[in-house]
């Protein structure tokens, strides 16, 4: 820009001297942005950008100013007799305003370069952040699921042997008393129920269909074990899809369970057990 404007106020000159002052001002602007940057260096340590950016530029700006203009102008002082006569004060003022202009401009660059490159630093730490915090819950959740279906193994194997032991032993009560009817009947549930059980054992869900199937063999099998001492009924809201809603394996029958043993059975009249399925 500068190069430009001798071009047009100061014709006079030969292409060789304009390419030798080109050269000169091309050294200088690189001697006033080391300094400058030199100086952003040290002004880091005392007032980073991050506590006042505006106060941070304009100080910034104030003491390349200072640290800037003796030596150029004792260079200017040292230089003026040699100044071809052509070289008038409008121009001399023009430069002195560019050089104030171009230390200004390069200052706010360099600011506005390191604000974007921290601006750009933080959003990329923040994205980490959040990445690591998502990745954090996704492991607490897999975490938690895993321990759910420890839990769920734990009380099924603990179920299994503790129902199978009962209902031997009601199956052998039917048959000491020849009761061949009920021995039947309860045989078949049984069976049943065990099949079901062991084909959903290895699967972490089933379909809400096969578990209502099985939880019914399973009241059935207690209501003949105990004479029918209770009533029962399960009832499923018609907006329940039973059929592709999935739920982890014998996930009710705990609960009937402690139901009848420990509510139902200590009645003597009136037991009865309502499984509702609403959504």
Known sequence: LVSIVRLVLVPQLSFTVHLFWFAGQYCLLLLFWYVIRALAKYLDKKLPYSKSFSRRVFLQIFISLVVLTPPLLLLFTLARPYFPSFFTAQFIALAWIMFFGIIVLMNTVLAAGIFFGS????AREKMKAEE???NIEMELLHAKQKQTEIEMRALRAQMNPHFIFNSLNSINKYILKSDNVNASRYLTRFAKLIRLILDNSNSKEVALSDELEALQLYIEMESLRFSN???Y??????????????VPPLIIQPYVENAIWHGLLHKETGAQLVVSIKK
Do not use: R
Request: a positive charge; zero cysteines.
């Open 229 to 231: 001492k209770f009533t």
């Open 233 to 246: 009924s399960i009832n499923v809201d018609g907006n329940v899809p039973v059929d592709t809603l999935q």
């Open 132 to 134: 690591a915090k998502k």
């Open 119 to 122: 601006w750009q630093k933080t």
